[in-house]
Antibody, heavy 119, light 111 residues
Framework: QVQLVESGGGVAQPGGSLRLSCAAS????????MHWARQGPGTGLEWVAY????????EYAGSVRGRFTISRDDSKNMLFLELESLRVEDTGIYYC????????????WGQGKQVIVSS | DVVLTQSPPSSPVSLGQPASISCRSS???????????LSWVHQRPGQPPKLLIY???KRFSGVPDRFSGSGAGTDFTLRISRVEAEDAGIYYC?????????FGQGTKVEI
């Protein structure tokens, strides 16, 4: 059974930093692309970042490029998202998402972790 | 960026009745490999989204056959043949053909 469990996050001031982690289990983590997506308070879904199965390729939403960094540790089945230069509009629930083996589809979502950016 | 426009924003439906949601893309979602990476997810309040349909019309594992997807190019539709109480929530279309991946603004299905 695929499980994705996010941790980290919390509260930060504008300009501050946070780190999100995602522990993956129940599937061959090292063979799958992984993503982060987020959802602002009462708003829709926004894709945030992608890392390829081998970690060699990354992509970011324009709103976070240069401020967020996605990475992975296949030896520990872990996915990470470093959030820097945080803005109030980065507030929301952040989801770790497994990519479908058929490619280019968000298949399984974690339960999500809250990030609040406030002064 | 690819803009996905869903309609209607909300859809009140009665149990047992059909429902239909449209998703229009600002550009073709046909990938270089010939496939179209348009999918639909369903989100209940307080829950993460769940994948329903991928590559326009393929039902994900465990998804009831009352859900179907259709379309091509830039116009796509999700249909529920007979709405059940558990189908309430927000439906989003999403594309993985071009980075940055994007979502529609969502359609709220209210029973």
């Amino acid at each position: 059974q695929v499980q994705l469990v996010e941790s980290g996050g919390g509260v930060a001031q504008p300009g501050g930093s946070l780190r999100l982690s995602c522990a993956a289990s129940g599937f061959g983590f090292s063979g799958h692309g992984m993503h982060w997506a987020r959802q602002g308070p009462g708003t829709g879904l926004e894709w945030v970042a992608y890392i390829s199965w081998n970690g060699e390729a990354t992509e970011y939403a324009g709103s976070v490029r240069g401020r967020f960094t996605i990475s992975r540790d296949d030896s520990k089945n872990m996915l990470f998202l470093e959030l820097e230069s945080l803005r109030v509009e980065d507030t929301g629930i952040y989801y770790c998402v497994k990519e479908f083996s058929s490619g280019w589809t968000l298949e399984i979502w974690g339960q999500g972790k809250q990030v609040i950016v406030s002064s | 960026d690819v803009v996905l426009t869903q309609s209607p924003p909300s859809s009140p439906v009665s149990l047992g009745q059909p429902a239909s949601i449209s998703c229009r893309s600002s550009q073709s979602l046909v990938h270089g490999d010939g496939k179209t990476y348009l999918s639909w997810v369903h989100q209940r309040p307080g829950q993460p989204p769940k994948l329903l349909i991928y590559q326009i019309s393929k039902r994900f594992s465990g998804v009831p056959d009352r859900f179907s997807g259709s379309g091509a190019g830039t116009d796509f539709t999700l249909r529920i043949s007979r709405v059940e109480a558990e189908d309430a929530g927000i439906y989003y279309c999403t594309q993985g053909t071009l980075f940055p991946w994007t979502f529609g603004q969502g359609t709220k299905v209210e029973i």
